[in-house]
């Protein structure tokens, strides 16, 4: 699919099937389907950051539901892994500059698109700097990976990965400051729709007729 | 108005930030002109980034403090103009490279200001020319952050030419690169300086600048010193063991992608090492593997006949000191004092003289009630360099311990090793102009180690 816009269209309309699916094996299906994006490279680096989330997530969203019945708690995994399946897969597979064009194309207003699509890099850097300042620290003996002296040292860490967010932030408004924030020009976002990116919702249209027709 | 060919006017410009107690910036004087290189000198926290902050209309709309004088940057009033007022007329591109990229790819990246100039057409060649300029043209579709250092550093400089600016605003910019980009960048100054651009620069390591250099303004502040060379202290120094060193066995090192590959070496702990190598080439990575903090991806490394992935690297910090590259994310007390104490403190090396000839060999005497990121860039260096040693550990790993240090200071690294000898401490440090006085040398070249 070329069109960021028909992404777009897809992740809603597989969200919204997802939602509107009640049966398990509906559920199933659909997340199944939703594993599929596995084939595309740049979805597929990326495994291991998702397992990251998706598991503990799990854990606790499965181990909070048994406590119901097991279905439930089935239930509530699948969804959680379809619902966190679509957006990673947007996001790994739309460019920053694509997700803000198509939120202009949204008429979401143009301060607020820009802010996302940078706070996207500025998480990043963030997370990078989450590692940096947690081997040097260790560097410096701070026992951060001792099992219960970790705890003691937390308010520590958190000292410079708070700094270190403020002094990124500063810089980072610095320097889009003196690279003429201020002044983004008003331009009309450009896309081109291909026939792919027809077929793509059409799919996402028959996963909503699909969801609908097993409740 | 200003005269014809005028484009700075500085008289009496100072600058004291909010919340601190003394100016960053004392009373200074500068009249510029287009297509001249003015090189600003001083030594670390005289305020030379402060000053070119201001010349680059940042102060004090958007770094809060009190300014001093008046200070005309291209007809604008630079305390009293808006920032954006400034771009396209004036580009600073600062120490950090780091945090300052925020897109994709480094074509982006350089496309970003050109879209807001408002360029469509010419904007692809725009972008070319100046990756071509600075040598990363086989960059364009990487992101910035995923660069080496240096490479960052050029990066960031192409985004700021590319606008085509009449000023442009150099801090630090021969810091952490190697020879190859260092004569880039100055033929970059020259070609900028004779198209009528004024370029003012901010450097420490000024002798490959003043071959092109019309002024230069040196930036005295009355709390900077070099404190004497005192002796050295009876520390009492633990006994040390008998160090093996490190042992690679088909090593690959790299964080996104693997730098070093292949790596096989034993290393031993004395008598120190000097790493050298182009920008790219491994130097911080290798650093990194030594001290455990990069885990090989292939491969075994082993110090001391275990595994380093099996020990606790906080335990090591008493065999291993390491000082990385940005000081500030060394740092977790709330003064210079604490700071220098707490490395000792943590692996129970408290050594009351040891840490009071560290903060003395290191000027570090006056800011001891200061909070560690209040500091300049140099003495942000100077304080890791101290707080490295604090715990006195058997062996230094230091990644480009001159950097961003006066030469005064630059020098104070050179004497420390040969102090450092004395007590059976060894150094292994990176360096690109490989003057550190170490016996033993690498040089990286291309993911490979030539012994």
Redesign the interface.
Known sequence: MNDPRARFFLLVLYTTALSLATSLTTLGLLTALGSSVWVLPQVRTSTRAFLKAFIPSALVFGTVTWAFQGAIALDAVLRLAGLMLGPWAFFQTT???SVYQVMLWLRIPRSWGFTFS?SR??L??LS??LT??R????????????PLKRWLALP??L??VL??SF??AE???????????????K?KPTFRWKKSDSLGTLAGVLLVGFSLWTR | MKAPGSMISAIGVGFQYSGYETPSLGPTELEAQEGQLILLQGENGSGKSTFLRCL?G?MPQ?YQGTPQGKLTVDGLDAFAAE??E???R???V?Q?P???????SLF?EIA??L????L?QTLTSRVEDAAEAVGLTPFLGHPV?KLSGGQQKLA?LA??LA?RPKILLLDEPLANLDEDSQRRLLQLVAREKSQGTLVIVSEHQSSPLRAYTDVELTLNSPTVQLPDEQPLPLANFPPRSASTGWQAKDCAWGHQAVVLSDINFHLPTHPGLLITGANGSGKSTLL?AL?G?LPPRRGHLDFNGVPLKKQ???H???V???A?Q?S???????TVKEELE??AR??GRYDAAWLGWLAHQWGLDSLAERPP?HLSGGEKRRLLLA??LA?QPEVLLWDEPTAGLDSAYQNRVKTTISHLKHYGLSVIASEHQGTLPLERRIHLTQGQVFL
């Open positions: 460019e920053p500059e940078v890099q500025f990043e850097i990078s700097d940096e300042i081997h040097n620290l260790l560097t410096r003996g701070l026992p951060l990976d001792r520590r860490f000292l410079p700094v270190s002094h990124t810089q980072l408004a610095e320097t889009l400051e003196t690279r003429g924030i201020g002044q983004l020009p331009t | 680059a940042l958007f920032p954006r400034f771009f396209g004036c580009a600073l600062s950090e780091r945090s300052q990229a925020f897109c994709p982006e970003f200001g879209r807001n100039l408002g469509k952050r960031l985004c700021h606008l990194k001290r903090i606790r690297l906080s090591l910090a008493s291993l000191g390491y990385g940005h500030d994310q060394h740092f977790f007390c709330l707490a490395s943590l692996c990121y707080a490295s715990a």
